[in-house]
């Protein structure tokens, strides 16, 4: 597989941990106010937790590498589901912002790595779990500033399920995210080797 490069984005430090080992990256100086991870073509950045931060740090690793039409661009993090097992590794088929009620449907696939479902983005945490599908605070901001990026069939959101009604996020600890981001790591290259750039 051709690739120009390969760009992950993901909101929390613990979830860029194991991902960092696993592609063994190393620090970028400078990192242009977000910490970016590169080896070979592969570039981690890690934004902080929300839908603004998520879109300022992809435009930054944007511009860092540049606007490569073959480029692969791939949020990964935790989410919640109202019913879904923790650990569950689910692609994005629908995205939409609970601000503004845009909607973004993002091209999968044809051999996925892994079930699907729709996710819808908060502006804050929800202890409540009223949604259907998966929720999380970074997949709007993250989807339309990668699209600017490259072409929309190369940009996917790939989300581990960290609580649920059962098992709440109440206490939910690194530790914790570090493991079901190494459990999601099989999939993440699973997924890389289905994207064609060329296609």
């Given at each position: 597989?051709?690739?120009?490069?390969?760009?992950?984005?993901?909101?929390?430090?613990?979830?860029?941990?194991?991902?960092?080992?696993?592609?063994?990256?190393?620090?970028?100086?400078?990192?242009?106010?977000?910490?970016c991870?590169?080896?070979?073509p592969v570039?981690?950045?890690?934004?902080?937790?929300?839908?603004?931060?998520?879109?300022?740090?992809?435009?930054?690793?944007?511009?860092?590498?540049?606007?490569?039409?073959?480029?692969?661009?791939?949020?990964?993090?935790?989410?919640?589901?109202?019913?879904?097992?923790?650990?569950?590794?689910?692609?994005?088929?629908?995205?939409?912002?609970?601000?503004?009620?845009?909607?973004?449907?993002?091209?999968?696939?044809?051999?996925?790595?892994?079930?699907?479902?729709?996710?819808?983005?908060?502006?804050?945490?929800?202890?409540?779990?009223?949604?259907?599908?998966?929720?999380?605070?970074?997949?709007?901001?993250?989807?339309?500033?990668?699209?600017?990026?490259?072409?929309?069939?190369?940009?996917?959101?790939?989300?581990?399920?960290?609580?649920?009604?059962?098992?709440?996020?109440?206490?939910?600890?690194?530790?914790?995210?570090?493991?079901l981001?190494?459990?999601?790591?099989?999939?993440?290259?699973?997924?890389?080797?289905?994207?064609?750039?060329?296609?």
């Amino acid at each position: 597989m051709l690739v120009s490069s390969i760009n992950l984005v993901v909101a929390l430090p613990a979830e860029a941990k194991p991902i960092i080992s696993r592609f063994r990256l190393e620090r970028v100086q400078p990192d242009f106010g977000f910490p970016c991870y590169r080896r070979g073509p592969v570039t981690l950045v890690v934004t902080g937790p929300g839908k603004i931060e998520a879109a300022a740090g992809t435009a930054c690793l944007g511009a860092l590498g540049g606007c490569l039409q073959t480029s692969i661009w791939i949020n990964l993090g935790i989410a919640g589901h109202a019913e879904r097992p923790i650990g569950e590794i689910l692609l994005a088929s629908l995205i939409r912002d609970a601000g503004s009620g845009w909607v973004w449907h993002p091209i999968l696939p044809p051999h996925r790595p892994c079930s699907t479902d729709h996710l819808l983005t908060l502006d804050r945490a929800d202890s409540d779990y009223r949604y259907q599908g998966m929720f999380d605070m970074e997949a709007s901001g993250f989807f339309p500033t990668a699209c600017r990026y490259s072409r929309i069939g190369l940009v996917q959101v790939l989300k581990v399920i960290s609580d649920n009604r059962s098992v709440t996020a109440r206490g939910l600890s690194g530790k914790q995210v570090r493991l079901l981001m190494s459990e999601a790591l099989a999939t993440l290259e699973v997924l890389l080797s289905s994207l064609d750039p060329c296609a």
